[in-house]
């Protein structure tokens, strides 16, 4: 595919953070700009747990890149995921939906198409415990959650009933801690009432992870005091221990100080433990013949660029440097660090004192109605204060004035009324069952 007016083509792989970042700062550069993306919509993962429970709705987490980028005139946007790298020839092939595939050219390439769930090595888990990654993946974990209270209405008091009631949460970082905790405030409060044979108060939730404490990288002060709201919210911790199988009828998880082996009978599943690189960064990585760590991250100069390939630059949870987190605000400051440094050189002005120098902003996580965790260098807050800055967070990061207010009004609505308005989810097909499972799960 050709690109206008011979004016240099930057080609952005990813429509995450950090590459509309990037390519906001390309809005005025002499040079072509395409976006390659596989869905073409830009996904606010941050709040993608609400949309599984049902406190969002997909349109206020999402925005398509079209619109993201219609008023930028030497930008298009292109569907089709990115399945090899040629250096030499300075060109990507890329797949369509049908099978086929095509080829861009560019001149400048920014690389950023984020992480996937990993399940450390056993794949086969996924279609048991589906991660929180996509848009697909919520709406999945959506008809679960709800599919399991229905389940259980029709069931006769005794241990399968028991089993539909029964959520265990894989990972106990900010995700998994902020799905755990809305999945109780979903029963106590949003179908408390609803049901008839059922009490949705009793479902229990489980949280499990390796670490000590959920939140651990928050600070031994903020993890405990997630420990209290959680345990207030009824949820029940299994820390310090590693799963080592899930099934359609629940998981097994091995203690990792005395070794002791307990099995947990849970009809849901929900994994956010772990991320790993997409398998076209391993082709990248082949390619420009650069060394992957263990997460399959590329390690990068002190300017994000490739070692070796001044015209490649690495951003967002592929980027290896320094130790850097795989958050969102990483990856933005690095959309834009690349989008200046491909400016600057279009213009002919030095890159040379060009080094990357990230911003932390801290971090936040929302454990349940008025209890948040904040953390900001020196700062520490928690319960309502911190909720609150969580909530402000958020809403400045979300894209656009329409998808602020709509999404601010939908809190108030859900706080003052204890209401979810995006309850609606897809059965699936019967013939998707496998082995005799119902298709909810």
Not at 4 to 16: A, L, M, Q, T, Y
Not at 84 to 97: C, F
Not at 253 to 259: I, K, V
Not at 342 to 368: K, N, Q
Request: glycine share 10%; hydrophobic share 40%.
């Amino acid at each position: 595919m050709s690109h206008e007016g011979g004016r240099p083509h930057v080609v952005i792989i990813g429509g995450g953070f950090g590459g509309t970042f990037a390519a906001r700062r390309l809005a005025k550069a002499s040079v072509a700009v395409t976006v390659l993306d596989r869905s073409t919509t830009n996904l606010f993962q941050p709040l993608l747990y609400q949309c599984a429970t049902g406190i969002l709705s997909e349109g206020q987490i999402t925005e398509p890149l079209r619109a993201m980028l219609e008023k930028q005139k030497n930008t298009r946007v292109v569907q089709g995921e990115a399945l090899d790298l040629d250096p030499s020839t300075k060109t990507i092939t890329v797949g369509r939906r049908d099978g086929s595939e095509f080829e861009l050219t560019y001149d400048y390439l920014v690389v950023a198409v984020g992480m996937r769930q990993s399940y450390f090595g056993h794949d086969e888990f996924e279609k048991f415990a589906p991660g929180m990654k996509t848009l697909d993946d919520a709406l999945l974990i959506r008809r679960r959650i709800y599919g399991a209270f229905e389940m259980a209405e029709s069931l006769p008091p005794g241990e399968e009933r028991q089993r539909w009631l029964t959520f265990a949460v894989v990972g106990a970082g900010p995700t998994g801690v902020e799905l755990a905790g809305q999945i109780r405030e979903l029963a106590e409060r949003t179908i408390a009432k609803e049901f008839h044979d059922i009490d949705p108060r009793e479902a229990r939730v489980i949280l499990f992870d390796g670490v000590e404490a959920p939140l651990n990288t928050f600070g031994p002060e903020l993890a405990t005091r997630a420990v209290k709201n959680l345990e207030d919210l009824g949820v029940e911790l299994q820390m310090g221990v590693m799963v080592t199988d899930v099934d359609a009828e629940g998981l097994t998880a091995q203690s990792s100080t005395d070794g002791e082996i307990k099995r947990f009978a849970a009809k849901t599943v929900m994994w956010t433990a772990g991320v790993q690189a997409v398998d076209f960064v391993q082709r990248v990585a082949k390619a420009l013949s650069v060394d992957q760590d263990r997460l399959g991250r590329i390690g990068v100069e002190r300017d994000l660029t490739v070692p070796g390939h001044p015209n490649i630059w690495i951003v967002g949870d592929i980027m290896a440097l320094n130790n850097l987190p795989g958050v969102a605000e990483v990856a933005l400051q690095g959309g834009m660090h690349a989008g200046r440094q491909i400016r600057r050189h279009v213009e002919g002005r030095p890159r040379d004192v060009e080094a990357f120098r990230y911003y932390d902003l801290g971090s936040a996580a929302y454990i349940s109605r008025f209890h948040g965790v904040v953390n900001f260098h020196r700062i520490r807050l928690s319960g309502f204060l911190g909720w609150f800055v969580w909530g402000f967070i958020h809403l400045a990061f979300l894209h656009g004035s329409r998808h602020r207010s709509s999404t601010l009004t939908t809190w108030l609505y859900s706080i003052v009324r204890g209401r979810r308005t995006e309850r609606a989810y897809p059965l699936g097909d019967m013939s998707d069952a496998e082995g005799g499972r119902n298709p909810l799960i």
